[in-house]
């Protein structure tokens, strides 16, 4: 078992519309360690989010090889996509994407319905999490008598419940001001101290430097990608 | 055994879990779910309707037949139509005591049999000061296994009655009721066309209560009023209970009289035969096919009930386009997904289904109750239109055509919704 929970080398992905064809990631190399928080930057169009749904399974890449855990991934039927999207990744959208007509706890507890889980156990599972978010009193509201900020909180604790090895965060403050925004990170912090590694998306510095790691998107490959030494400092000045 | 129970108490809360996900979906989308259901409703409900009719209708049709011998042959004699061996057509034919033993002796698949004499017309039936017109029928003992006839007190005419040319007579519980009035009319004497005969025993008719006949001893008749040795026609009920079968007796018996009495076996006209188990299955054979036609408008309904859900789902599973993309980022297969979508068009028809079901069921249930209060009173519907009900067999069938129905309706927007990407559901906001 190797130290890397990711590791992508040379890939890439076309968006092919007809006969047009979009080269959107030319030649991707990348490796996350187990436990790490790497935050991806970029303007808007440099193929941070195509990158993101490759990582996650939700799209194939074209070329080149991505590794999820030491397996490798390949193109493979959306039955088994489903599997390893439920048992080793968590999503987190900028969107939030809660289902409108499950109430908070049925939210988080989806992803243990399609684990099999019996209702009265992943109900009282999602509460637990509930719990650590603080949203323990809001189990029963729907999404929408929710603030952003508890909604992302609810979206955090649906990818932490069916323990994932990494989340995979698409401009998670991108929607919330700055204050909750910084609630959130701290959350992400706290989920990343448990071991679990965390990609987030962001074109916000401020985000950005709240992780061990930056990499930098331009036009489909990799700019600059760096241990981020602000984070380590102000690990120090906590300590 | 013990981890079956377990096992099995488990996979039904799992099925419960499982219905509950589907009506967390359903419950937001209740309107809707009613109105697609509605035709769905529609059409069961016509169907078990326009059946329980059919049953109706064909109830009082076998209604008719409650008197008679399921697989009974009555030969009544005309006149011949067809020259034959040089005689010339126009012959008038009759039958006589000969006819019924040799039909007896030589004929095989005859089980009961008896010749019928009618006396002239309306006879004068008189006791004491009481008196009515009537037709008298002189029969043997077994003319009531061929004609059912229920004996409410007494007993029917008998072997000896025939032997010894009894003066016996057996009546109505109508004509008894006229005449007797108070008194008890067994061992009674009644006067029929001037001379006295004895009551042995009282009938009534299964299907008309107000029925009137008058009937005596075959021989005794015959002798009495100078019958000799005529017989107005012939009864009998056969041996088979198949069509096939009696149509060879039937058959067998033309060519038996045609050789006897001298006429072609293909006139017509000399003599008449009804065919009960013919007829019946012919009545019959009219009801399956007006049950096959009502299924066909059943379906058709169904089929329109179908395309409806099916319509509405394709909607419902394109407005739910992002979450289906949540649940598969998050895990769902594409199987799930279908399951999800099969089972909400399945439940919607269902529900449809039982409700247009139990609605049709409660509506003939009460026309039944109904009818049945009217033939208390008034007989006659009884041979028209009776105990209109679905039965069992039907309720089965219409639940399979559900289940058929609410899975073809969720198959198209099944598979539109196994066929979402997440990447683009999750795309738009
Ligand atoms: N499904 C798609 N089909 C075609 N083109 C796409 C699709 N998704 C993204 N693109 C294009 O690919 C490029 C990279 O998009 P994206 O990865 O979303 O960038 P970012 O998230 O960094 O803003 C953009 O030019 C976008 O228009
Ligand atoms: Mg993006």
Redesign the pocket.
Known sequence: MSNSIIRVEALHKS???GSNS?H??KGIDMDIQRGEMVSIM????????????ILGIL?NYDAGSYHLDDIHITKMNETKAAQYRNKYIGFVFQSFNLISFKNAMENVALPLYYQKVSRKKRNNVAMEYLERMGLREWAHHLPSELSGGQKQRIAIARALISKPKVILA??PTGALDSQTSMEVMEILKEVNQTGIAIII?THENDIANQTQRIIR?RD?VIESNHINHSFKLESVEVN | MLSDTVYVLFNILKMFDYIEEILSTLKKNKLRAVMTGFSVAWGIFMLIILLGSGNGLQNGMEFNFRNIAKNAIQIWPGRTSENFEGLGKGRSVQFTNEDYDLMKRELSGIDDISGRLYLWSDVAITFEKQYANYTVTCVMPEFINIRLMDIVKGRFINHMDIKENRKVIVLSQTIVDMLFKETEPLGEYVKVGGIYFQVVGVLSNPTDKNSKDAILPLSTGQRVFNGANRLSNLALTTTSTTVEANKQIEEEIRGFLAKRHRFSTTDQEAIYVWNTLESFKQAQGVFAGIRMFVWVIGIMTIIAGIVGVSNIMIILVKERTKEIGIRKAIGATPWSVVLLVLSESLFITAVAGLVGMLFGMGILHIASTVLTNVAATNETIRFIFYNPSANFGVAISATVLLVVAGLLAGFIPARKAAGIKP??AL?DE
């Open positions: 968006y092919v519309n979009l959107v990631l970029g303007s808007s169009g440099s193929g941070k989010s195509t990158l993101l749904n799209d698409d401009e998306v998107l489909g | 990447i683009e795309h």
